[in-house]
């Protein structure tokens, strides 16, 4: 999946989201769940990661399937950067 469809899914899927932010798995999850070829766990990061639109505003605890206990992060969005060329380019485009 492109960089610029993975940044739309993912700041769409939090715009809609009820508390305006979700943990990198619920955005994997949702959109490996509606789209056909779906994404990789490490471009999803990297899409989250590097582009301005996307802030990381904590740390949720979470557990596998073998009650191992591990940190993700918490996203939300930030409407104000998508001014960026940049941000612009890859999410309203």
């Known amino acids: 999946m492109k960089t ?34 779906g994404v990789m766990m490490y471009a999803l990061a990297n899409v989250l990661s590097k582009c301005p639109a996307f802030e990381e505003i904590g740390k949720e605890q979470t557990s596998s399937v073998g009650n191992i206990s591990y940190e993700v992060c918490l996203w939300t969005t930030r409407p104000e950067k998508l001014d960026n060329g940049y941000t612009r380019h890859m999410i309203a485009g």
């Open 4 to 37: 610029r469809r993975i940044a739309e899914w993912a700041y769409n899927l939090i715009q809609k989201s009820e508390q305006k932010a979700l943990n990198t798995h619920e955005i994997y999850d949702e959109i490996n769940r509606f789209s056909r070829n």
